[in-house]
Structure formats: structure tokens, C-alpha cells
């Protein structure tokens, strides 16, 4: 009995597992590779033709080629905004944790509360407008980094907690500097938790839609999220096109978590298992 049961839990585990994640990526790849009619029955049959390439072609060339620009203005704000995100969390969850004071009780609140609060979307664009960054990707990207920048703060931090204090005061007895003691020799014992940090904020800004919606707005700015938004009030009824645009910004999110799949994991559990 004791031995069935891993069979029978692994078993069920695996069955809802397909259910919540394989059938409707299936049912979106079915879709986006029919006709016009036989998409709209929004069924599991396979396709009579198969016209993966027209629904390619045509999902491309929509709106001027609108999908390629939004891919290019996702990339932008996504490869800025973790960069920044990346630098800046590192140094704030070292100095938290590193150098202790009076002032690490309201940094510390003030992380949980950026974590715990709603953004304030009309506060926010009020803000933005005034200083001119309004409907432009500077602004974009500062707007993902405040977001995210207490989530990361902590990752950091709870992993530079299972770094031996011992390497810091080594290098401090060699004469190193306390940003020479950082960028020397604690960054590169964050390779696990940098990692993870930048699959889990690539995908997630990469994914934005809200954000994009409320403080990007303009054709010139469109982002990938919002083309599926573009296309169906375009294309209403046209269910083919639409689910051929969701797949193909699904799929590169996709491909990134399956690879990293292992380096997010283990730097998310790592500082709960050494501390």
C-alpha cells in the first residue's frame, strides 16, 4: 500500500498537470492552425487544412508589421528594467542584511509595504506627466522597476543571508573597500538567486499587460500583450489569427522557463534550505 501510493499521487499529479497547462496550449496550437470557420466552433477536432503558415503570415503583416514592433519595444523595457531591477535589489538586500542599523526596520517596511500595496494608477500617471515620462519607455521601465524592485529585494537579500560573513571580513582585513567586498566578492556568489531573478522578472515584464495599458499608451508603443488586446477588436470573430498571435507570444516566455526551469527553483528554495 505505502509503496502504491507515490504511483497513485505522482499518477493524479501528472493527470491535472495536462489538464492545467498541456490542453490549453493544444487547444490554442489547434486553433491557430485553422481556417477561419473552423476556428470559430473553438473545438479539439484537428483541421480539415492546415494553414500555419498563412495565420503566420497574416498575424506578421497585421496592423503594419505591428507585432514585430511590439516584440522589439517588449524587449527594450524588459532587458532595461531587469538590469536595473537586477543592480539595484543586490545592493539594497546587501546593505540590509550586511549592514545593520536603526534605519533597517523602515527600509525593511517599507519593502514589505511596495510588496503588500496596489499600485496607485492614477496617482501614478499624475506623476509621470509632470515630469515629462508620461507615454514613453523611460518611464515604462521605471514604472517596472518600482513594481518589482521590492519582490527582488528580498529574494536577494534572504540568499546573501546564507553567504559565510567570514568572506567579507577576509577581504576587509586584504584592505578591500566595502564596494570592492560587494562587487568582488559577494556578486558573484549570487549567480543561483541573479538567475532566478532574471527568468522570473523577464517573464513576468515580458508578459505586462496592465501596466503597458495604463502609463504606454499609442500605437508607436505597443508592447506584445497588448497586440492580442489590438487584434481581437480588430479581428473579432476572426478566432484563428487571434489564437495564432496568443501562441506566438506565448512561446518564447515559454521556451525560457522550460530551460531555466531547474536554476529558478533552486534559487528560490536556496535560502530557505541554508538558513
Excluded at 495536462?18 to 470559430?40: G, N
Excluded at 518589482?148 to 578591500?176: H, K, Q, V
Excluded at 500583450?225 to 484563428?240: A, D, K, R, W
Excluded at 530551460?259 to 533552486?266: G, H, K, L, P
Aim: proline share 5%; glycine share 6%; net charge positive.
Amino acid at each position: 500500500m505505502r509503496r502504491t501510493r507515490p504511483i497513485v499521487v505522482g499518477g493524479i499529479s501528472l493527470a491535472v498537470s495536462a489538464v492545467v497547462f498541456i490542453l490549453p496550449f493544444l487547444f490554442i496550437a489547434l486553433q491557430a492552425v485553422k481556417s477561419r470557420s473552423e476556428a470559430s466552433r473553438l473545438n479539439f477536432l484537428l483541421p480539415k487544412e492546415w494553414l500555419l503558415w498563412d495565420n503566420l503570415v497574416a498575424v506578421v503583416e497585421a496592423r503594419n508589421y505591428q507585432l514585430l514592433l511590439a516584440y522589439f519595444n517588449s524587449t527594450v523595457i524588459t532587458v532595461f528594467s531587469v538590469t536595473i531591477l537586477v543592480v539595484f535589489s543586490a545592493m539594497v538586500g546587501y546593505v540590509m542584511q550586511r549592514r545593520k542599523s536603526r534605519w533597517n526596520s523602515v527600509v525593511q517596511g517599507a519593502v514589505l509595504i511596495g510588496l503588500m500595496m496596489p499600485p496607485a494608477v492614477v496617482p501614478t500617471i499624475g506623476l509621470l506627466q509632470s515630469i515629462g515620462l508620461f507615454k514613453t519607455m523611460t518611464g515604462m521601465v521605471l514604472i517596472q522597476v518600482a513594481y518589482n524592485l521590492s519582490f527582488s529585494t528580498l529574494l536577494y537579500r534572504s540568499f546573501i543571508g546564507t553567504i559565510p560573513r567570514d568572506l567579507d571580513e577576509a577581504a576587509m582585513i586584504d584592505g578591500a573597500k566595502p564596494w570592492q567586498i560587494f562587487v568582488r566578492v559577494v556578486m558573484p556568489l549570487l549567480k543561483p538567486v541573479t538567475v532566478t531573478n532574471i527568468v522570473v522578472q523577464s517573464i513576468a515584464i515580458f508578459n505586462d499587460f496592465t501596466n503597458p495599458l495604463y502609463y504606454l499608451p499609442g500605437k508607436e508603443n505597443v508592447t506584445v500583450q497588448l497586440t492580442l488586446y489590438n487584434f481581437q477588436s480588430m479581428y473579432t470573430s476572426q478566432y484563428n489569427l487571434l489564437f495564432m498571435n496568443i501562441l506566438l507570444v506565448t512561446i518564447p516566455p515559454l521556451i525560457v522557463f522550460i530551460f531555466f526551469n531547474r536554476q529558478i527553483v533552486a534559487g528560490m528554495t536556496a535560502g530557505g534550505v541554508k538558513g
